[in-house]
């Protein structure tokens, strides 16, 4: 039995639906260096989204394997209630010095749903040791996404995601948020006064005394298809939670550590968060690891003599482990020793560039939006109209396979291509990425029943 056989036979693969799998078998990776792949057969794939946004200097990077050599020799893994280890009390440090004013606390966690989790526990339980008993609810926008686990869910707004568990979830408030593409003021994102905030203006007006906190995908929300917004959006934003005794939760899990151009994607709006989720890039895709940045003023509701039961109990096995913290410490020294966020400027800027001029005629392409190393292409049924296409049509996965057999790896999500690659990546790759990209939309698009007419 090959390996390909063997996968299928033991293992569920996540965000799949396994009947595709037999006709697109899993591909095994055997190794992995810079922005490539290579399968068991010596294929070799172009990374174009870091492995699921993670991978921010490449797979088998010389300077973190070097970290993990050191780091293996002292210790890998030690319980963190009562304990703690070097390479912790570094990365919080070092956290607390990059990441906006207000966020002076670290907490631990190892996944992005469970760090949405734990902030959301952590408001609730704020406002509740502060009297304020009605703040029993939290509010996101449409569209959003901030994970899968029940919580996290309950604050997303993907059907796809949640719709078969809505019993289980928690009372959300939904509110209309950006769709800059499809604007219905005829604003444009780069020049517009965020006038879509009207809507979100409304609901902290009626629902003010029971939101714990509004939690939001600062500037880019990701699984809704890389939908970009105005930094002026979050200033507002902040302003009525300010005055509405209201926390903002950023999930910077996917946008944060340079991604968006700017370390941390609210620094795009020179806001600071009440709670910060991170994880993805902060060990750039080695081992999973996520934290929770909050204020001292959150922190400090929590303290008090035991019998007072303030404590938070939320515990994680795996939290504060050494070895992700030891790879998260180099990956901010990269950060710093290499000028990674200059360098992301020009490296962003070519991608964009290149796409549009590669792309914008396309007869599908209905979009293309870019923030900093994100750069997405919308594909419509009708330009004019900005008709979508069917969900069943599955366009993104018909070119996601397309793109496979010539050596790129694309992620769509629905009809919505991006590049998030690596940041090592060369202007030479950066060209042949696109080139190979736009070789498979064509290439899809001149099937009969894609055509415009």
């Known amino acids: 039995m090959n390996l390909e056989d063997k996968d299928l036979k033991y293992i569920w693969h996540p965000c799949s639906q396994m009947k595709d799998y037999e006709e697109l078998p899993p591909i095994v990776i055997e190794k992995g260096k810079g922005i490539y792949l290579y399968d068991i057969r010596g294929k070799k794939y172009m990374d174009c989204i870091s492995s699921w946004w993670t991978n921010l200097f490449g797979h088998s990077n010389e300077r973190i394997n070097g970290a993990i050599k050191k780091q293996i020799e002292e210790i890998e893994h ?109 604003k444009c994102r780069e020049n517009c006064s965020a006038e879509c905030f009207d809507s979100m203006e409304k609901a902290i007006k009626e629902h003010k005394d029971e939101l714990c906190a509004i939690i939001i995908e600062p500037m880019v929300q990701g699984a809704a298809g890389m939908k970009m917004y105005s930094p002026i959006y979050l200033k507002k934003l902040r302003k009525a939670c300010d005055e509405n005794n209201i926390h903002i939760i950023a999930d910077e899990i996917a946008v944060g ?86 360098k992301n400027i020009s490296k962003g800027k070519l991608i964009r560039d290149l796409t549009i001029e590669k792309m914008r005629n396309l007869p599908n392409v209905g979009d293309i939006r870019s923030l900093g190393m994100i750069t997405a292409i919308e594909l419509v049924k009708n330009k004019e109209t900005k008709e979508t296409f069917p969900w069943q049509d ?60």
Do not use: W
């Open 394 to 453: 599955r366009v993104g996965y018909q070119i996601y396979k397309i793109a496979l057999d010539k050596g790129l790896l694309l992620r769509p999500i629905g009809n919505v291509l991006y590049f998030l690659p690596p940041y090592i990546i060369t202007d030479e790759e950066v060209e042949e990425m696109v080139d190979l990209a736009y070789e498979s939309i064509s290439e899809i698009f001149t099937l009969k029943e894609y055509i415009v007419t």
């Open 78 to 186: 030690v319980i963190f209630a009562n304990f703690s280890n070097k390479p912790a009390i570094e990365l919080s440090e070092k956290l607390v010095k990059i990441t906006p004013e207000r966020l002076k606390k670290v907490y631990f966690s190892d996944n992005g749903s469970s760090a949405v989790e734990i902030a959301l526990k952590m408001s609730f339980q704020y406002h509740q040791q502060k009297g304020n008993n009605k703040k029993v609810r939290f509010a996101a926008i449409t569209d959003a996404y901030h994970g899968e686990t029940l919580g996290a869910l309950s604050v997303g707004d993907l059907d796809l995601y949640s719709r078969i568990y809505k019993p289980l979830l928690l009372d959300t408030l939904r509110v209309e948020g950006p769709d800059c593409y499809r604007c219905k003021f005829n």
């Open 257 to 342: 550590f340079g991604r968006t151009g700017k370390m941390f994607a609210c620094e795009h709006a020179g806001i600071s968060p009440d709670l910060m989720c991170l994880s993805k890039g902060i060990s750039s895709g080695y081992m999973p690891m996520s934290v929770v940045m909050t204020s001292d003023e959150i922190y400090n509701a929590f303290l008090g003599e035991y019998k007072e039961l303030k404590t938070f109990i939320h515990s994680h096995t795996y939290a504060g482990n050494a070895m992700a913290c030891a790879i998260a410490c180099e990956n901010l020294n990269i950060f710093n020793e290499e000028n990674i966020l200059e």
